[in-house]
Nanobody, 128 residues
Framework: QVPLVESGGGSVQAGGSLRLSCAASGIFDYRPYSMGWFRQALGTEREGVASIGDRGTTNYADSVKGRFTIYQDNAKKTLYLLMNSLKPEDTGMYYC?????????????????????WGQGTQVTVSS
């Protein structure tokens, strides 16, 4: 497992933006690797939001396509999730996940079972 620490959550009005960060110094030494953002609303199961591989390929859940962007800064060893046009249904705890030696980004890259390393989560609340 690799250590992951999320930050950047907060409260925002609908239509606003937030950028989440995930400090992930351990994963960038592996090739290949897969990283992802997941979210969990109260009373629901955790769902995959976006994923990215070591070569920069990405995959997004249909619900966030065109609004969210996942990207990484290898020099800073940090994963990001830029969230624009936020909606109340985007509210939830957001988690960063990583898996060394895993390719990306087929549909399975958004499956919780693909990842063994998880951060503690950061809360995002979108009000209408």
């Amino acid at each position: 497992q690799v250590p992951l620490v999320e930050s950047g959550g907060g409260s925002v009005q609908a239509g606003g933006s937030l950028r989440l960060s995930c400090a992930a110094s351990g994963i960038f030494d592996y090739r290949p690797y897969s990283m992802g953002w997941f979210r969990q609303a109260l009373g629901t199961e955790r769902e995959g939001v976006a994923s990215i591989g070591d070569r920069g390929t990405t995959n997004y859940a249909d619900s966030v396509k065109g609004r969210f962007t996942i990207y990484q800064d290898n020099a800073k060893k940090t994963l990001y999730l830029l969230m624009n046009s936020l909606k109340p249904e985007d509210t939830g705890m957001y988690y960063c996940a990583a898996e060394p030696f895993a390719s990306c980004c087929s549909a399975s890259s958004l499956w919780e079972s693909k990842y063994n390393s998880w951060g503690q989560g950061t809360q995002v609340t979108v009000s209408s």
